[in-house]
Nanobody
Framework: QVQLVESGGGLVQAGGSLRLSCAAS????????MGWFRQAPGKEREFVAA????????YYADSVKGRFTISRDNAKNTVYLQMNSLKPEDTAVYYC????????????????????WGQGTQVTVSS
């Protein structure tokens, strides 16, 4: 069983920055692809970013490309999402997710591929 715990959410003004963290336990972290998804009020959950087991491959939704950066530290069993130039439309609950993908170079952006999920952390961007 894999446990994921997000942290780092909060309230920030438009143009500001936040860094989300997701601490993983219960598995060999480096064998898992990691992703961030978000769900805004009244909307479906959507893909934000994903990273391969080594960190060598990253993928982003068009809406966050150039503003968000996903990274991971396999020694600390943690994945990060650095969010810069935040906009009110980035307001959502952000979820960390994982699926087994040892040695994979291509990482999925499909929610259905991800087996393990955190409880989410709220990010609110004020205008």
């Amino acid at each position: 069983q894999v446990q994921l715990v997000e942290s780092g959410g909060g309230l920030v003004q438009a143009g500001g920055s936040l860094r989300l963290s997701c601490a993983a336990s219960g598995h060999t972290f480096r064998n898992y692809a990691m992703g961030w998804f978000r769900q805004a009020p009244g909307k479906e959950r959507e893909f934000v970013a994903a990273i391969s087991w080594s960190g060598g491959n990253t993928y982003y939704a068009d809406s966050v490309k150039g503003r968000f950066t996903i990274s991971r530290d396999n020694a600390k069993n943690t994945v990060y999402l650095q969010m810069n130039s935040l906009k009110p439309e980035d307001t959502a609950v952000y979820y960390c997710a994982a699926y087994y993908c040892a040695a994979c170079t291509v990482v999925s952006f499909r929610e259905t591929e991800y087996r393990y999920w955190g409880q989410g952390t709220q990010v609110t961007v004020s205008s």
